[in-house]
């Protein structure tokens, strides 16, 4: 069955940084765009980051732009996304999956969504 893992999420303060993990099980990871989603409790699923299939092309929510960074290896089926300067409001379950046509925001487009990593940032 395909599916990422996610991993790296943590307890952090404002102004930290932390690094998420999303590793791909029973798929070829080159040939997809992978999304990173977050969603806080109460609200609906946010898009965060997309990196297409061959790397060349990245997007970052309003949000998180010039914060967040998002990166692949597909030597190791995984793709990673730094996060810095962490805010309260990022505080969120962070999900990864994957979508066989350009990078986009509707989640709809994705599969093989993980279980998520807990975020949360605070004093």
């Known amino acids: 069955q395909s599916q990422f893992v996610e991993s790296g999420g943590d307890l952090v303060q404002p102004g930290g940084s932390l690094r998420l993990s999303c590793t791909a099980s029973?798929?070829?990871?080159?040939?997809?765009?992978i999304g990173w989603f977050r969603q806080a409790p109460g609200k609906e699923r946010e898009a965060v980051s997309c990196i297409n299939a061959s790397g060349g092309g990245t997007n970052y929510g309003d949000s998180v732009k010039d914060r967040f960074a998002i990166s692949r290896d597909n030597a190791k089926s995984t793709v990673y996304l730094q996060m810095n300067s962490l805010k309260p409001e990022d505080t969120a379950t962070y999900y990864c999956a994957a979508t066989d046509t350009w990078c986009t925001w509707n989640p709809r487009s994705f599969s093989s969504w993980g279980q998520g990593t807990q975020v949360t940032v605070s004093s």
């Open positions: 029973g798929f070829n990871l080159d040939y997809f765009a």
